[in-house]
């Protein structure tokens, strides 16, 4: 009943920045959160940041803190996660996520609703 789209990935330098959106539609007023996760090569998909209004707050993985940050437009229906001084290991796939029920933002089985995600490289 959610779809989720991403874009904005690409290449950058170490240091660099980029921002990636997630653009929901469909039945959006039944999320109550939305967050990123990522899959770097070889890895395990793993929590990045999220945003939860039933809450009220946001959650940063403790490897990002300090240099992303996640955002969101409820006017474009549109989540963002603005990356700053990127390292090599950013490296992965991002995907974002909505819930309907989300209570603890970094379990991803709590979202029931995925993209596909986009790739972000970044090159040392």
């Known amino acids: 009943q959610v779809q989720l789209v991403e874009s904005g990935g690409g290449l950058v330098q170490a240091g660099g920045s980029l921002r990636v959106s997630c653009e929901a539609s469909g039945r959006t007023f039944s999320v109550n959160a939305m967050g990123w996760f990522r899959q770097p090569p070889g890895k395990e998909r793993e929590f990045v940041a999220a945003?939860?209004?039933?809450?009220?707050?946001?959650d940063y993985a403790d490897s990002v803190k300090g240099r992303f940050t996640i955002s969101r437009d409820n006017a474009k229906n549109t989540v963002y996660l603005q990356m700053n001084s990127l390292k090599p290991e950013d490296t992965a796939v991002y995907y974002c996520?909505?819930?309907?029920?989300?209570?603890?933002?970094?379990?991803?089985?709590?979202?029931?609703?995925w993209g596909q995600g986009t790739q972000v490289t970044v090159s040392s």
């Open positions: 945003i939860s209004w039933s809450a009220m707050r946001t």
């Open positions: 996520a909505a819930g309907r029920a989300v209570t603890m933002t970094k379990n991803p089985y709590e979202y029931g609703y």
